[in-house]
């Protein structure tokens, strides 16, 4: 059978492009091997950890009031013939300071009487004794041991003397009430409210003011049991140093601060809340730019006990209420449980394994794991004694990174 020359040639053509793709295969370039990229750990932003010995402050909160507040009642009655300057809402006085002033004609007329009434007692009271010393002649002139009581005028003498009592005891009561119609103050302070004013009759009883002391200001802090384990005070006894107190509050736009001190605790556990609650003193709240005046709520911090190892770090450094993410030399992270003593805003006060220089993990990690490699951000200075120390962490942490590039390649599907 004869082939055409038709395909002669398109086998001719087929034979030529299996050739030329077989040398196009022979002569391609082989693949060049790349090393695995190395893979960085993970960022982490660490705190370099300094234990040391710490004051615990504990936080509590209260309101502002004076050591006495009363109501002033009047003692008399009358009309207010004069009033004092500082006898409006918010006005200071001193104290023996006068209020107002009652009209004192009724009550000078009772003077004058009950004195009259004391100078007759007196007399009758000199009649009657000259009597008795003449009753007690006449029965000794009479011879007689015996002298008979009646006979001798003491039953009138006794009576005599008690109407003179009776009278003075009448002339210093109509004294007391003259020395009445003029309210004055117990002791320096402020004056909250008024209930009378000038011109108006009062009877005994009425309600004139109420006022309170400037001298010494009280802030009663409620204090739960576990707050109480953090502060030393003498539960059930009086005690004169207590613990410093530092108030705050915010006062026309800006945040002030006093100094106080407690003082005592009160008698009893509240009942409804279960707190018990501390009272501190401020000694002169009025001095200074701003008074700590009454009303004011203030926020509290209780110096409480020093206690040695303790360190503090942000909230988020804590995890789960009781441990640490920690670096060690080679940038592994390990967890460390620790104690919570208190917490306050955005820190904590925290006391365990922790120590000096410890890397303390303070940023969120999505994942973690115990020995996980990570890369350190430390946001404050390493301590002064371990400054020497730096080279070789950074040498240690450098030897990690490679080693975890190494097992990262060396596990399936790594790159």
Do not use: C
């Amino acid at each position: 059978m004869k082939v055409s020359n038709k395909n002669k040639l398109l086998f001719t053509v087929l034979a030529i492009g299996m050739v030329a793709i077989a040398v196009v295969v022979a002569l391609k370039p082989k693949p060049e091997e790349k090393p695995p990229e190395a893979v960085v750990p993970p960022v982490a932003d660490v705190l370099y950890a300094e234990p040391g010995r710490q004051t615990l402050l504990i936080p509590s909160q209260g309101t502002v009031h004076a050591r006495h507040e009363i109501e002033v009642v009047a003692r008399v009655g009358g009309v207010i013939e004069r009033v004092g300057q500082a006898f409006v809402p918010g006005g200071f006085f001193d104290e023996g300071a006068s209020l107002l002033q009652l009209e004192q004609a009724d009550y000078v007329y009772k003077v004058t009487r009950s004195e009259s009434q004391l100078a007759d007692a007196k007399s009758a009271l000199a009649q009657e004794q000259g009597r008795a010393k003449q009753a007690k002649r006449e029965w000794r002139d009479l011879g007689s041991a015996a002298a008979n009581a009646l006979f001798l005028r003491k039953p009138h003498l006794q009576a005599a003397e008690a109407a003179v009592a009776a009278a003075r005891a009448d002339r210093d009561q109509a004294k007391l009430d003259l020395a009445r119609t003029e309210v004055k103050t117990p002791f320096a302070g402020r004056v909250m409210e008024t209930y009378v004013d000038l011109g108006q009759y009062i009877t005994p009883g009425t309600p004139l003011a109420k006022i309170h002391s400037t001298g010494v200001a009280e802030v009663r802090l409620p204090l739960t049991d576990q707050q109480l384990a953090l502060l030393d005070l003498p539960l059930g006894k009086s005690f004169e140093q207590g613990p410093e107190v530092r108030l705050q509050a915010v006062v026309a736009g800006r945040q002030r601060e006093w100094r106080a001190q407690l003082v005592r605790t009160e008698a009893s556990i509240d009942t409804n809340s279960r707190f018990i609650y501390a009272v501190a003193q401020v000694q002169n709240p009025y001095q200074g730019d701003v008074p700590l005046m009454n009303g004011l709520f203030v926020e509290a911090d209780i110096a409480g006990l020093t206690l040695d190892d303790v360190v503090i770090l942000p909230r988020q450094a804590l995890h789960e209420g009781d441990h640490l993410l920690v670096l060690d030399a080679e940038s592994k992270l390990q967890f460390k449980t620790v104690e919570l003593l208190q917490s306050i805003g955005d820190k904590v006060w925290l006391r365990g394994d922790i120590a000096n220089g410890d890397r303390v993990v303070v940023s969120s990690l999505g994942y973690s794991r115990e020995g996980m490699a990570l890369t350190a951000n430390p946001l404050n200075k390493k301590p002064s004694g371990l400054i020497e120390s730096v080279e070789k962490e950074a040498e240690a942490s450098a030897t990690a990174t490679s080693e975890t590039a190494a097992a990262n390649s060396a596990a399936p599907g790594g790159r």
